[in-house]
């Protein structure tokens, strides 16, 4: 598809144009719903492949890949998103540009098959680690095209794992995508290079070893968060409630706060882009005029524990929740809240 | 030997013969350079620098399918992975056995000492029938585990698949060597090596030795 040209496809298609746009060379993959359509996607363009026997081995072939120097990729979801969390950990802790592309369909257990917003705490600290990963929530197709993008670019370059944390709902979905002008992607090099005789460890012996690890790669993450943090700020100039909410729910909270505009009520929103590293200074500077605070999701308050945790404690704003797992949330639902409480 | 890194693993133990005459063949060929040595866990991962060549840790049943990765995304590679019997037939068979059937150009080297050796000498799939261990403290009561003649039936014909030992090393160099040159020509290969594990079998000098040897009788040497 060429820059500037419109045509009608669904999310999972565009995932495809975007991880071949990003330069992905390999895609390993075991199918489930909501992702199969990424995987068959990818392979009816001839590009690259390998089914796999399970989301294990995917996962661990998409680190043997990438130890290698190409871009690789999978798609997974719910229960192979369980799975592929081994090695998700393994891309945490020996700094590898892992990427994932996650449909969320909830949980426990194998949840649903299609939709739902309870994945975010698997996504962002999942493993036996800290959570030193990148996870990113697209709204709609732009998004989920430029993210997708990005995903692969950010780990690259700070070497940590990046999942785009989607749902059934938007790559099912068709719409009208116009396709960017494409910007280039960053240069990488094979962390185990030919003849470069490296020895790469993903286990300590001394505890210290572990310690001193640890240290230096918060201190990457946290150096690049200024780089990554990403958020939508909408109508928040003289906003007194906030409603902050991710993904396609955040669309829709988009509307609701057109809608509630139009009563005149001073309603705005927070919508993290990056649930990790999360919109932290944003957030807290929004915050300094907000009175009432709504956070809406399709989970039993996933998101709600990452905003309550990222708030600097001299903010004594009211939470409010709308805790909606596994549906989607439509405008009205978010209107009717607001206007009860 | 990396003269820089002094060895981690245990006086007496097996694994340092296998990665020294790994070493002695990838230089021989001259494939030092090509080769990159994939870890699991246990206590293969102590060969982390072991050898000057590349080299890295995975995780516990997983370094089949991250070699798999690799030499798909490298094919002039050798792609080798060191795993202990547990790692290879109990955690990861799955991988190992999917990476046979569909004839991925990789090495695979398992160290049978019958045990789980780096956790403290639990029973493994090869531990024998009625042998003590910390998990059998009564005996083991499973038959044993026969990793290569299991794969026999899967692989392409030209895989290869053989059995050797630590304390025959003249045959080991070959199987090692035909392991690599297997790989080369596009296919899997699966080295299985009796080894042994003083400190976890309690054994000394001649008796660790012996105790080798009458392992043969149940796992036969041999191309498979």
Known sequence: MSENSKQLLTGSQVAVMACRDAGAQMMYGYPITPTSEVFSGWIQNDYPYLQTEDEVAAGFAVCGSVLAGKKTFTATAGPGHVLMQDALSMAEGMRLPFVAIVGQRGGPSSGTVIYSQQEVILACFGGNGEGMRLVYSPANLDELYQLTIKAFNDAWKYKFPAIVLTDGYLLKASAVFVKPKLLANISIQAPVAQSANVHLPSIYTLEEDLHEKLAKDKKDFDSARQYLEMAEEYMIDDAEILIVAHGIVGASAKQAVQDMRAQGKKVGLFRPISLRPFPKKSLNFVLTKIKKLYVVESALGQLERLVREEIESDFSVQIKSLHYPALGIEPEEIVKMVNKN | ?224
């Open chain 2, 1 to 224: 030997m990396n003269q820089n890194n002094l060895s981690k693993f245990c006086p007496g133990c097996g694994y340092p013969i296998v990665l020294g005459l790994l070493s002695k063949i990838l230089s021989e060929k001259g494939l030092s350079g090509q080769a990159v040595l994939g870890l699991d866990i246990g206590c293969s991962l102590l060969a982390i620098n072991h050898l000057d060549i590349n080299t890295f840790q995975t995780h516990h049943g997983r370094v089949t399918p991250t070699m798999v990765g690799f030499k798909r995304a490298r094919p002039d590679s050798i792609s080798l992975g060191l795993t202990g019997d547990g790692g290879a037939y109990a955690i990861g068979l799955q991988n190992l056995l999917w990476a046979a059937k569909r004839d991925e150009a990789i090495t695979i080297l398992v160290i049978n000492n019958t045990l789980y050796a780096m956790t403290g000498g639990q029973t493994a799939p090869t531990t024998l029938k009625g042998q003590i261990t910390s998990t059998s403290p009564h005996g083991n009561e499973e038959e044993s585990f026969f990793g290569p003649e299991l794969l026999k039936s899967l692989v392409n014909e030209k895989a290869f698949l053989a059995r050797g030992a630590v304390n025959d090393p003249k045959t080991l160099s070959e199987y090692l060597a035909t392991a690599i040159a297997t790989q080369q020509a596009g296919h899997f290969s699966l080295v299985e090596i009796l080894s042994f594990c003083p400190t976890n079998w309690r054994t000394r000098g001649a008796d660790t030795l012996a105790r080798l040897n009458s392992l043969k009788e149940t796992y036969k040497m041999g191309i498979i």
